[in-house]
């Protein structure tokens, strides 16, 4: 079935056997407790809606179908999915990141688990003799997030895959910025999938929430359930309902959105005060190639330099009008951002960096309040 009939109907089928009545929207279950029958079983499987709840069986069902997986482990944000894969290693195993990553898991990595005895190297995910020399005996994780924030850099998601596996360790993708609908990172060799459902599968800017998405037999499956049930870093049932709400016009964005990125990246890249666009839809992106190698599409977030330094940035942000100064991505609306500023200080972000989510209005718009924008620079 193609994806996009998968994102309407994924998850919506009532598993309960109980069900009188069918809403083609499906309820939400707020209930907190299920009642269970006199021998002591409970109907549908459900106990308690911190262990199990209608609304979070739906969406766990439908983002695991979208990745061509069984089994995904909703949570409450992006980061606590993050945390539960971490907490499933063990102390003195070695995990290798990217250097390019999105900055609280690298805080997570450089500082909590830091203290949990969790070994890391970071490397550049795009230079594979880099990573297969940073691949040590005790790494049990490489994790690679493509393409990256906030430079776009790109992953070969087959080879770190061929590399890690020959080394006995595991990869996860960070798939927040492709979403299922551009990449399937299980289709290449890749255990798990981690989604900040807060972007693009929620879509709207109005919902905070995570997911992993495991491959079949991957063997960290159960301890990060075992952290989802424990831990209870769960969405409420009505954060499901809005994801579920959000999943079946997905694709649709989704394509949308990269449409308006390319052609506002093709701007950009003309444009007499732009330094340097970071697309991977630009052929002279040196991740290009491999992009489009994994991609459908290169995705609507894209960051700019411009030819000057953190005031000229600023300035643009600030005469920006269609484009709303705010950090997040995967919205409706186009966001932009002084990626530096909210970054903890050595990030690597250079101070003219400015980082778009392209939304849904028309490109030409956007197009036309970017042009405004640059004009108003000395
Ligand atoms: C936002 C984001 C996260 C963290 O997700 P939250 O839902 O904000 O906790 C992780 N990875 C990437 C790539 C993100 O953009």
Redesign the pocket.
């Known amino acids: 079935m193609d994806i996009q009939t998968l994102a309407v109907h994924a998850g919506h089928q009532s598993e309960s056997a109980e069900d009188l009545i069918h809403p083609v929207s499906p309820a939400i279950i707020l209930s907190s407790t299920f009642q269970r029958n006199p021998d002591g079983s409970c109907p549908g499987g459900y106990l308690y809606s911190q262990i199990n709840n209608p609304n979070r069986s739906a969406l766990e069902s439908a983002i695991a179908k979208l990745e061509g997986a069984r089994d995904a482990v909703a949570f409450a ?3 606590a999915a ?1 945390m539960a894969v971490l907490q499933s290693l063990k102390p003195g195993d070695h995990v290798l990141a990217p250097l390019a990553m ?1 900055y ?2 690298r805080t997570m990595l450089g500082g909590i688990f830091r203290q949990w005895g969790l070994q890391t190297t970071f490397a550049p995910m795009d230079d594979l003799e880099q990573v297969s020399a940073a691949i040590t005996p005790a790494t049990r994780l490489v994790i690679t ?1 493509t393409p990256s ?1 906030p430079t776009l850099r790109i992953t070969d998601l087959r080879r770190v895959a061929q590399l890690a596996h020959a080394a006995g360790a595991l990869v996860l993708c ?1 798939n ?2 492709s979403t299922p609908i551009l990449q399937r990172p299980i289709e290449f060799g890749v255990d798990l999938v981690l989604h ?1 459902t ?2 693009y599968l929620g879509g709207h800017s109005d919902v ?3 997911c992993i998405v495991a491959a079949e037999g991957c063997p960290l499956t159960e301890s990060i359930r075992h952290c989802q049930v424990v831990g209870g870093a769960v969405p409420s049932p009505f954060d499901c309902w809005l994801l579920m709400r959000s999943i079946p016009t997905l694709p649709l964005r989704v394509r949308a959105q990269s449409a308006g990125a390319a052609a506002v990246a093709g701007f950009l890249q003309a444009h007499p005060r732009v330094a340097t666009v970071h697309y991977p839809g630009l052929p002279d992106h040196p991740g290009h190639r491999v992009a489009a190698s994994q991609m459908e599409l290169f995705g609507g977030m894209l960051s700019f330099e411009i030819a000057g330094h953190r005031a000229e940035a600023m300035a643009v942000a600030a005469r920006a009008k269609l484009f709303t100064r705010a950090t997040s ?1 995967g919205g409706v609306e186009s966001l932009i951002e002084h990626r530096a500023s909210v970054e903890p200080p050595g990030s690597g972000t250079p101070e003219s960096l400015l980082r778009l989510s392209i939304g849904l209005e028309h490109p030409d718009d956007l197009i036309a309040d970017l042009e405004q924008a640059l004009s108003g620079l000395p």
Request: a negative charge.
């Open positions: 944000s992006g980061s993050m999105y609280g898991s997030e924030n960070d927040t910025w900040s807060t972007k905070t929430g995570g991505l």
